[in-house]
């Protein structure tokens, strides 16, 4: 299967090296792009639309694939999903560490990626009171209580998750080498026999 990897601020798509390795042994195709400005200077919106230009132009325009997303990774693929169509495409969506419904630790970061991943943000409110797009997307969400940029950490819960898995992680960016974490995506998207 097709996976795109969308990473968080200030991060490279190279942070899922390690977890794109091991899918990559299960047989699937990992692409994890740079999105640029990687602090988001433009806000969400902007790398949303670049992420679709991506996918568009690496996978093709039609072709179904997975999605994972990781901590302000989650809120640009989230608006890939549910403003620019995205959902049609994707079977499954993994949000791992996401700022879903906000982070305090973004009222203290500048720019306007922050600003869209405070509570009740523009951006946020418009994502939270309309998720019919996802009705046919598969959502599977990540979270450790030892998060120290997503706070609260229950933030990263999605009620309409088909699984909400607490993850014994130690700090934010070890959830994308967590084997639990990692071995639940490949699992999941494992072919039924």
Same mark, same amino acid.
């Given at each position: 299967?097709?996976?795109?990897?969308?990473?968080?601020? *200030?991060?490279?798509?190279? $942070?899922?090296?390690?977890?794109?390795? !091991?899918?990559? %042994?299960?047989?699937?195709?990992?692409?994890?792009?740079?999105? %640029?400005? +990687?602090?988001? +200077?433009? /806000?969400?919106?902007?790398? +949303?639309?670049?992420?679709? $230009?991506?996918?568009?132009?690496?996978?093709?325009?039609? $072709? &179904?694939?997975?999605?994972?997303?990781?901590?302000?990774?989650?809120?640009?693929? =989230?608006?890939?999903?549910? $403003?620019?169509? /995205? +959902?049609? =495409?994707?079977?499954?969506?993994?949000?791992?560490?996401? &700022?879903?419904?906000?982070?305090?630790?973004?009222? !203290? *970061?500048?720019?306007?990626?922050? =600003?869209?991943?405070?509570?009740?943000?523009?951006?946020?409110?418009?994502?939270?009171?309309?998720?019919?797009?996802?009705?046919?997307?598969?959502?599977?969400?990540?979270?450790?209580?030892?998060?120290?940029?997503?706070? &609260?950490?229950?933030?990263?819960? *999605?009620?309409?998750?088909?699984?909400?898995?607490?993850?014994?992680?130690? !700090?934010?960016? =070890?959830?994308?080498?967590? /084997?639990?974490?990692?071995?639940?995506?490949? %699992?999941?998207?494992?072919?039924?026999?």
């Amino acid at each position: 299967m097709e996976i795109i990897m969308v990473h968080g601020i *200030w991060d490279k798509g190279s $942070v899922y090296r390690r977890m794109a390795d !091991f899918l990559g %042994e299960q047989g699937h195709h990992c692409h994890y792009p740079n999105l %640029e400005p +990687a602090n988001g +200077a433009h /806000g969400l919106a902007d790398l +949303a639309e670049k992420l679709k $230009v991506y996918i568009d132009h690496t996978i093709g325009s039609d $072709v &179904p694939f997975a999605l994972i997303g990781f901590s302000m990774g989650t809120v640009i693929s =989230r608006y890939y999903l549910q $403003v620019l169509g /995205g +959902a049609s =495409r994707v079977s499954h969506f993994f949000s791992i560490s996401g &700022p879903l419904h906000g982070t305090l630790t973004a009222h !203290f *970061w500048p720019g306007k990626a922050s =600003r869209d991943m405070r509570f009740r943000s523009q951006l946020l409110q418009q994502l939270n009171a309309d998720t019919s797009a996802l009705k046919h997307t598969t959502i599977h969400s990540y979270r450790t209580p030892f998060d120290l940029l997503i706070i &609260p950490t229950r933030s990263s819960h *999605w009620e309409i998750a088909a699984d909400n898995h607490i993850v014994p992680a130690l !700090f934010h960016h =070890r959830m994308l080498i967590h /084997g639990k974490v990692y071995r639940h995506i490949a %699992e999941t998207l494992k072919p039924s026999a």
